[in-house]
């Protein structure tokens, strides 16, 4: 596609639930990151893979948190047992190699 | 670790005036930087980055940035806001030795109103 694109746009879930944020790259992009960023704060840089490798995982904040990109296209962050502190806009990004990252639209999740 | 500096939260200026956002980073080596803008309901677009060589980057909207090694600064600028720049800018940095690759670390952000 011409630019990330990200799914859903919004999603609300209750407390406990699992959810799965999608980002697909643009075409040929080996590079995809993912972001959350909270209210009034910037972007946190949270995982990172180049093609289907995770490169690094430092940001993610416990073991709830994941993400896969089994393909080196599509990339599939996953929260399970959602808590409030969730709440947050998930961004990704995705480069073509070493160099400027592009960014999606985000998906602004609400955990009730 | 790197980290990032926005020292206005928020900054009003009046259409067709100047504009300065200060950016300061703390990193050991010279750092890739980056400014990007954030409309509301948009995604971040990248306004311009430096890498290396000529310390004044021209971006795109009529926007440049300086990189200031002494000062560890990457400050942005433009020389005549118009009302459609109203916006967050958020000023990024990544390690040099990725290249570019590894995630960014970004400020905390400076919301831009524009007076009529």
């Known amino acids: 596609g011409a630019g990330v694109s990200q799914s859903p746009r919004y999603k609300v879930t209750k407390r406990g639930q699992d959810v799965a944020l999608r980002c697909d790259p643009i075409s040929g992009h080996v590079s995809l990151y993912w972001y959350r960023q909270a209210l009034g704060q910037g972007p946190e840089f949270l995982t990172y893979?180049?093609?289907?490798?995770?490169?690094?995982k430092s940001g993610l904040p416990n073991d709830r948190f994941s993400a896969e990109r089994p393909e080196g296209s599509i990339s599939t962050l996953t929260i399970q047992r959602t808590e409030q502190r969730d709440s947050a806009m998930y961004r990704c990004?995705?480069?073509?190699?070493?160099?400027?990252?592009?960014f999606g639209p985000g998906t602004r999740l609400t955990v009730l | 670790a790197q980290s990032v500096t926005q020292p206005d939260i928020h900054i009003t200026v009046s259409e067709g005036a100047s504009l300065e956002l200060r950016c300061n980073y703390s990193y050991g080596a010279t750092p890739y930087l980056f400014w990007y803008v954030q409309s509301p309901g948009q995604g971040l677009q990248l306004l311009l980055k430096y890498f290396s060589g000529d310390t004044l980057v021209q971006g795109i909207k009529g926007f440049e940035a300086e990189f200031k090694r002494s000062q560890s600064s990457f400050n942005l600028r433009k020389p005549s806001v118009h009302w459609s720049d109203a916006a967050e800018y958020f000023c990024a940095v990544a390690p040099g030795s990725g290249g570019g690759a590894d995630g960014l670390t970004f400020g905390k952000g400076t919301h831009l109103i524009i007076q009529p």
């Open positions: 893979f180049n093609y289907e490798a995770q490169q690094d």
């Open positions: 990004s995705t480069a073509a190699g070493t160099d400027t990252q592009y």
